[in-house]
């Protein structure tokens, strides 16, 4: 008995430990994802790898969002240099294993370079985190190689060679949903004419949201076409604009299998109208 007491009285000990371990180290990854924090976030590899010439040139068609049809935006215009683009395929990915999205192999076509967004702040749903630049992994599935794309679980994700503020380009930004602490738990919540304000360094952008939808991702229902039109969001447009993704619904038996994107415009320019038939909300 004495020594079962002791044994039981160790073991406690260890998981008090554990357990604490773990909340500490949630709690201070999560004070310097904040966007006011001098405390330097932790590096981490989201690097995407050089990805082969034959895999990497991506063209795709903008999504008709489910809950109703929507006309196709027109192919954004191509640079001299960029050779034609084959479609993407985005898939939804389970916040718990720090990606959400993944493509057949991207390339960095357009060369934007690194990122140099350094915060987000959206001030109706009292955000204001931290943004780090993400690449991508491969994996292969059902047979098929593609790029997964890694997301930082308490931070904003920048997707590696999508336009910075001030460029005329899509600004790709993901974020987790659906955990205690992850960015874009309340994006939802985010309606058009909502403020979004990017910090490069120590210059400030103002966008404003300018239509908001959701598309299927998963389900019995959605076909593979259907998840290659809906890349169309993340790819390259010839203005400049925000565009955050992150998974939809937060719960319920549809949990994850659609895709929350949000759209924003810089002040500085005039929105690009969305074309006929487009919802301007879910």
């Known amino acids: 008995m004495w020594t079962m007491g002791n044994l039981l009285m160790l073991i406690g000990g260890y998981l008090l430990l554990y357990v604490g371990g773990l909340y500490a180290d949630e709690q201070y990854n999560l004070w310097a994802a904040d966007g006011s924090s001098s405390i330097p976030l932790p590096s981490a590899?989201?690097?995407?790898?050089?990805?082969?010439?034959?895999?990497?040139?991506?063209?795709v068609t903008r999504a008709a969002p489910s809950v109703a049809p929507a006309a196709p935006l027109p192919v954004p215009n191509a640079r001299a240099d960029v050779a034609p683009h084959e479609r993407l395929h985005i898939q939804l990915n389970n916040p718990s294993d720090s990606r959400e999205l993944s493509s057949s192999v991207p390339q960095a076509a357009h060369h934007w370079g690194d990122s140099t967004i350094t915060r987000i702040s959206i001030p109706d749903i009292q955000l204001d985190r931290k943004v780090q630049q993400v690449g991508w992994h491969l994996e292969e599935q059902n047979g098929v190689q593609v790029a997964v794309w890694d997301v930082p679980k308490y931070a904003v994700g920048h997707n590696q060679d999508t336009a910075n503020p001030g460029e005329p380009g899509n600004i790709v930004l993901t974020g987790h949903s659906g955990g205690s602490a992850y960015p874009f738990n309340y994006l939802y919540e985010v309606l058009v004419g909502s403020k979004v304000l990017i910090w490069t360094n120590d210059q400030q952008f103002s966008y404003t949201v300018s239509d908001r939808v959701i598309v299927d991702e998963q389900g019995p229902t959605v076909t593979d076409a259907q998840r290659r039109e809906n890349a169309r969001y993340i790819e390259e447009t010839p203005n400049e604009q925000i565009t955050m993704v992150t998974c939809w619904p937060l719960n319920g038996p549809l949990k994850f299998t659609q895709r929350m994107i949000l759209h924003a415009m810089p002040d500085h320019a005039a929105s690009t109208p969305l074309p006929q038939g487009s919802p301007q909300t879910p």
């Open 45 to 59: 590899a989201f690097v995407a790898p050089t990805p082969s010439p034959v895999a990497a040139q991506p063209t």
